[in-house]
């Protein structure tokens, strides 16, 4: 691992996934199907993986499920076992006491980097914030992330990206804002500060490919760290090629925008997104059920048949065969 270029990797632009988290009827977590998912991205072709974020429920870390390491732990195994390098991106969360325990645990683990969750900052000043990343970064190598205000994440002006990008240790930062003005500050934030050594992903679920063909300012961003690209994952592969290469079009983005819709549960304020990916990994036969550590969380009013809409209509954009042809040989 000491020979691999991650930050170069980084920048060249890579499909990264939101990990998933398996679990058995009896919300319990299963190893066998845990290590399924990470062998399905990386044998689709993953640059990365991401893992302990959202989409691997933050209900990990509760004392009380004690499923933050074990899982973290497994996601690295099996990163080690691949026969190819593969980015090790780990969730970050929590007050700076906690941020710098878990980003400790993620360089003892053998993690790249840290993907920064500054949800439980909400009131935080500018300067308390910057104190915070900085504090973490001296730690491990961080990934900025713009979480959009609607699902936890708080309003982070140009002044604070502005001084983010000048944090040495800073390589990336996922822009998710779900909002055109604040994905213009961050580019123009990193941009303005000469470092083009940072590389730029999106999160922007409802963009996905217009901010993957866009010009910013001579900048690009490289590739996306994404919920949705835990699902049809070796689709998501082809499409990042296609925008590399300038041929995927507007209409493209319209399908999986739509797609990202019915599995983020955007009709019901995106209360159904983890359950979304569930079903459509159950789908695919990768997981047993859509459970979650939450019970409450399963799929909105309408959500299901969403998802077969989808699948109707864009049948090009999913991997249901590739997955077919190989589950055996990753459930093994």
């Known amino acids: 691992m000491a020979s691999f270029d991650f930050r170069a990797a980084l920048q060249r632009g890579l499909v990264i996934p939101a990990h998933p988290l398996a679990l058995t009827a009896e919300r319990r977590l299963d190893e066998r199907r845990q290590r399924a998912l990470s062998r399905y991205y990386i044998a689709a072709g993953a640059g990365g993986l991401a893992v302990g974020v959202h989409t691997t429920q933050f209900e990990i870390r509760d004392p009380k499920v004690g499923l933050f390491e074990p899982v973290l732990a497994l996601a690295a195994d099996e990163m080690a076992r691949a026969g190819q390098p593969v980015v090790r991106i780990g969730g970050i969360c929590g007050q700076t006491r906690q941020a710098v325990g878990e980003a400790e645990m993620l360089h003892r683990l053998g993690y790249h980097a840290g993907l920064l969750s500054l949800s439980a900052l909400r009131t935080a000043s500018e300067e308390e914030l910057l104190a915070h990343c900085r504090a973490v970064a001296a730690v491990l190598p961080v990934i900025g992330f713009y979480l959009q205000p609607a699902v936890g994440g708080r309003l982070l002006p140009y002044t604070f990206w502005r001084r ?4 040495e240790k800073v390589v990336a930062i996922k822009i998710a804002p779900f909002n055109r003005y604040q ?5 123009r934030a990193v941009v ?4 083009d050594d ?10 996905i490919v217009v901010d993957l063909i866009t010009q910013f300012w001579g900048r ?4 996306g760290l994404l919920g949705h690209w835990a699902v049809w994952t070796r689709r998501a592969v082809e499409l990042l090629a296609e925008c590399h290469a300038q041929r995927a079009t507007l209409p493209r983005a319209i399908e999986v925008t739509d797609s990202n819709a019915a599995f983020f549960d955007a009709a019901n304020g995106f209360a159904g997104c983890i359950a979304g990916l569930h079903e459509v990994l159950r789908r695919q036969g990768l997981l047993e059920g859509i459970w979650c550590l939450n019970p ?8 299901r048949e969403e998802i077969d809409r989808v699948y109707h209509a864009y049948p090009h954009l999913n991997d249901d065969e590739f997955v077919a042809a190989h589950r055996d040989e990753w459930l093994r």
């Open 220 to 223: 690009r961003i490289a590739g």
């Open 192 to 195: 303005e500060s000469g470092r």
């Open 296 to 303: 409450k969380e399963m799929l909105g009013p309408g959500q």
């Open 164 to 167: 983010f990008a000048e944090i």
């Open 198 to 207: 940072i590389a730029l992903y999106t999160g922007n679920d409802d963009n």
């Open 183 to 187: 994905t213009l500050d961050v580019v």
